[in-house]
């Protein structure tokens, strides 16, 4: 299996730029998406093929990577921001990285 | 506008066997892949597997020997059959539209149902 490596959490404070990444354990090309949860909520799609911006979410948030080392940018990040993201890889069955907890300050 | 809706035992025993129906509207069965993906404390978020559009299922290598994908397309429902369970099943089971043209991502999710295997 690809296995997917993500920091387990970080905290920024509202306006700033967050950097969020994602390490596969072999390349998977640029079929890697990202994926945003709120408790109690099931996940969102935010990015698609590594740095598409899926339809509704908010240009704050973009992607990029390929090969092996991957991120989410929320750029300027919002209190409502405050979830777990998680990135997924397609290369080699479905994977999914363990997630990040944002903290917003 | 696209809805997933899954509906679920809650409470399993371990040995037994999970069936859980997920309802669709807003597009066909026929038009898109299905996916099924789960979240345990002990795992995370796993991909279970999924049935095409034309109805042929492919499924991950963990749960190949227990599970079973199916669909009615004339109710707009797909089912998720596992057996053989145990408490490290214990989770929240979602079904999961890939996109057009697609299927190795989730572009639309239901909410969800909490299933909890335990005597």
């Known amino acids: 299996d690809t296995v997917l490596t993500q920091s387990p959490a970080l905290a920024v404070s509202p306006g700033e730029r967050v950097t969020i990444s994602c390490r596969a354990s072999?390349?998977?090309?640029?079929?890697m998406h990202w994926y945003q949860q709120k408790p109690g909520q099931q996940p969102t799609l935010l990015i698609y093929?590594?740095?598409n911006l899926e339809s509704g979410v908010p240009a704050r948030f973009s992607g990029s990577g390929s090969g092996t080392d991957f991120t989410l940018t929320i750029d300027p990040v919002e209190a409502d921001d405050t979830a777990t993201y998680y990135c997924?890889?397609?290369?080699?069955?479905?994977?999914f990285g363990s997630g990040t907890k944002l903290e917003i300050k | 506008q696209v809805q997933l809706k899954e509906t679920g035992p809650g409470l399993v025993q371990p040995t037994q066997t999970l069936s859980i129906t997920c309802t669709v509207s807003?597009?066909?069965?026929?038009?898109?892949?299905m996916q099924w993906v789960r979240q345990t404390p002990g795992k995370g978020l796993e991909w279970m597997g999924f049935?095409?559009?034309?109805?042929?299922?492919e499924y991950n290598s963990e749960f190949k020997s227990r599970l079973s994908i199916s669909r009615d397309t004339s109710k707009n429902q797909v089912f998720l059959k596992m057996n053989s369970l145990k408490t490290e099943d214990t989770g929240v089971y979602y079904c999961?539209?890939?996109?057009?043209?697609?299927?190795?991502?989730?572009?639309?999710w239901g909410q969800g149902t909490l299933v909890t295997v335990s005597s």
């Open positions: 049935i095409r559009s034309g109805g042929s299922t």
């Open positions: 999961a539209r890939a996109p057009s043209g697609s299927w190795g991502w989730f572009a639309y």
């Open positions: 997924q890889q397609s290369w080699n069955e479905l994977t």
């Open positions: 072999e390349s998977v090309s640029t079929l």
């Open positions: 093929l590594a740095s």
């Open positions: 807003g597009f066909s069965l026929t038009s898109y892949y």
